[in-house]
T-cell receptor, first 114, second 111 residues
């Protein structure tokens, strides 16, 4: 079991550019979650998938944010027209079908918008 | 509403016990979690407790839940330098959707 992986680990972009992050969950985990963490704060929920279905989205997920999980395995999070306020750590987590109350987190993608 | 509160800092002497406290507001939460985050690392699930339990012990970790007061605590026995980290309290629901995190307690160890 290799754990949840995220790519890239770091991304620096200029304001107005689009960015896309990828998350690979633990094998056979059917639930996948995206969170955002800013400095000095705990993670904040963005959205979650059960298999390929996106079941819940936070109010934090503005129209510039979109997440997909087309085949129920890996997921992508895209931010369009990035703003400086988007600078944060973007965390992905997954959980298995049976123990669905345990969420296992990846190392995160740190986004810096200049 | 959903809100989880923790104190920001805790300093303990190496070898002593650490007790990190947390309060939450949503009585419908089903699971209460403790996560650990070391510098530059992701979140590590330490332990969790179902809301119908009062206590859970796992090696050096003891979790106490007072559901009436919506108070959760994590006790780390024989605190070591490797325990230095930020500890997050969090609540979750039977729907297995989002987890609501507190702002974290930074634990530092004095020699």
């Amino acid at each position: 079991d290799t754990g949840v992986s995220q790519d890239p680990r770091h991304k620096i972009t200029k304001r107005g550019q689009n960015v896309t992050f990828r998350c690979d969950p633990i094998s056979e985990h059917n639930r996948l979650y995206w969170y955002r963490q800013t400095l000095g704060q705990g993670p904040e929920f963005l959205t979650y998938f059960q298999n390929e279905a996106q079941l819940e989205k936070s109010r934090l997920l503005s129209d510039r944010f979109s997440a997909e999980r087309p085949k129920g395995s890996f997921s992508t999070l895209e931010i369009q027209r990035t703003e400086q306020g988007d600078s944060a750590m973007y965390l992905c987590a997954s959980s298995p079908p049976q123990g669905n109350y345990e969420q296992y987190f990846g190392p995160g993608t740190r986004l810096t918008v200049t | 509403g959903e809100d989880v509160e923790q104190s920001l800092f805790l300093s303990v002497r190496e070898g002593d016990s650490s007790v990190i406290n947390c309060t939450y507001t949503d009585s419908s939460s089903t699971y209460l979690y403790w996560y650990k985050q070391e510098p530059g690392a992701g979140l590590q699930l330490l332990t969790y407790i179902f809301s119908n339990m009062d206590m859970k012990q796992d090696q050096r970790l003891t979790v106490l839940l007072n559901k009436k007061d919506k108070h959760l605590s994590l006790r780390i026995a024989d605190t070591q330098t490797g325990d230095s980290a930020i500890y997050f309290c969090a609540e979750g629901y039977s729907s297995a959707s989002k987890i609501i995190f507190g702002s974290g307690t930074r634990l530092s160890i004095r020699p």
